[in-house]
């Protein structure tokens, strides 16, 4: 339990940091490295990716309420959106706890290494969201959230990587998407988390300290040390060239891909 909390609080750190410069959840990161932590320790192989993905999620409350605490305060956080999107992403959430539980822990991860080589090429190519004139009604946004949700829970983010291209391309500022992507990140993570420690009750062998599939000294050592380095992040994004750091950050994810699709 110690080691697994040390490297937790450094792993936290990272992440934070990653997230407060690149402007990504930092579920992309915690996820990996949590899977090869939980391996080290002897952790039963099929609860692994699930652990994984759930102590992620629970880190995401904390540091989406710092964020979004943050984008209030500079007046982006566009309200009526984030209420709109909210039920859906709710839905979806624990929905997409239920059919993490139901697949194979070899399915999920695939489905991770498919998400990290996305991001990873995303990031590799500079490519941006693009302006659309999509009319966003409640129902499209009621459709989309789900699946947002959804892809979310299954994979441990905050959503962010979805949600800001689909309210870029509703013509909303790219300020204003990514306040709103940040603030949808606390419902996502409040009912992925919930959900998965409510499924994983009365699972046997979950090792000690474990809250369902949450891994409690992972959560904690995480949660704490990356709301501190979160802001420094933010304000080394506006000094160094991110652009190039992008480029470098996408090696890390490809490596990272690579590392479960052989693990």
Known sequence: MTDIFLAS???????????????????LVIVPVLVVLFSIQKFPAELVMLMSVATSLATIILTAISSVWAHHRLGSVVWFK??????GIMIGAAVGAVVAKHISADALRYILVV???????????????KSGDVKQSRALDYTVA???GLLSSIVG?????LTVPYLVHGQMLMRNAVAVASACGLPIAVAGTVSYMLLGRNVPHLPEWSL???YLP???????????????????????????????????LFAMAAKLMWH
Not at 82 to 87: A, D, E, I, K, T
Not at 116 to 128: C, E, K, P, S
């Open 9 to 27: 609080i450094v792993l936290g750190m990272v992440a934070g940091l990653l997230a407060g410069l690149f402007g990504i959840g930092g579920g």
């Open 157 to 161: 983010i905050g959503g962010g990587t």
């Open 146 to 148: 789900v699946v947002i």
């Open 82 to 87: 984030v209420f709109r999107l909210s039920p």
């Open 115 to 129: 998400f990290l080589l996305y991001v990873g090429t995303q990031m590799a190519l500079q490519i941006n969201p």
């Open 218 to 252: 992972a959560f904690l050592g995480i949660g704490v040390s990356s709301i501190f380095t979160a802001p420094i992040g933010a304000k080394l994004a506006h000094r160094l060239p991110a652009k190039s750091l992008k480029r470098y950050f996408s090696l890390l």
């Open 212 to 214: 369902g599939y949450v």
